[in-house]
């Protein structure tokens, strides 16, 4: 596919490890293309879920993905700030049909106040015995979790101070285009 340019939209898929999809994000502007990341906004989008039920997102949400590292970032924002939803998975690759990429079950939740909770450790767990994911990729997401929480404590990329800010701009920029 050929890369995507800053107002244009796409669409998001996650998979579980055996294949099968899992969530579906239909319309998301992209607002920024690297060679390593796709930064985004989607905005009270349609999300299909596996077994075809649908729901749109509450509000508005900046997407951070990059070619090497195995999670992705969602910040939402929020009237008391903005809340990250981190997403241990494979690093994403793009195609004709979408953004697409791995969904590892892990977590990673930070409330408006700092606090950071890790999340679905259980269901890591179980789909780690069904799917039998390898060692190596139980010890590339132990390392991304670290790298991660890392990202987190010392304020890099989205979690910086005035990323929220820089990219909420650029929406309203390309959004109100003519």
């Given at each position: 596919m050929q890369v995507p340019r800053e107002g244009d939209y796409i669409a998001i898929q996650s998979y579980k490890h055996d294949g099968h999809l899992h969530r579906i994000w239909r319309d998301t502007m992209v607002l920024k293309t690297s060679e390593n990341e796709i930064i985004g906004c989607n905005d009270h989008t349609l999300v299909t879920e596996s077994d075809r039920r649908h729901w749109y997102t509450h509000e508005t949400a900046l997407v951070y993905f990059h070619r090497h590292y195995w999670?992705?970032?969602?910040?939402?924002?929020?009237e008391n700030g903005p809340s990250y939803y981190c997403n241990l998975a494979t690093p994403f690759?793009?195609?004709?049909?979408?953004?697409?990429?791995?969904d590892y079950d892990l977590d990673i939740k930070v409330f408006p106040d700092g606090e950071i909770r890790l999340l679905d450790v259980d269901e890591y767990a179980a789909h780690r015995q069904l799917w039998h994911y390898s060692n190596t990729i139980d010890d590339i997401l132990k390392y991304s979790t670290?790298?991660?929480i890392s990202w987190i404590k010392n304020q890099k990329g989205p979690f910086s101070p005035g990323y929220v800010r820089l990219w909420q701009k650029r929406y309203q920029e390309l959004l109100h285009r003519d």
């Open positions: 999670f992705n970032i969602v910040t939402m924002l929020r690759v793009l195609d004709q049909e979408a953004l697409k990429y791995i670290e790298t991660l």
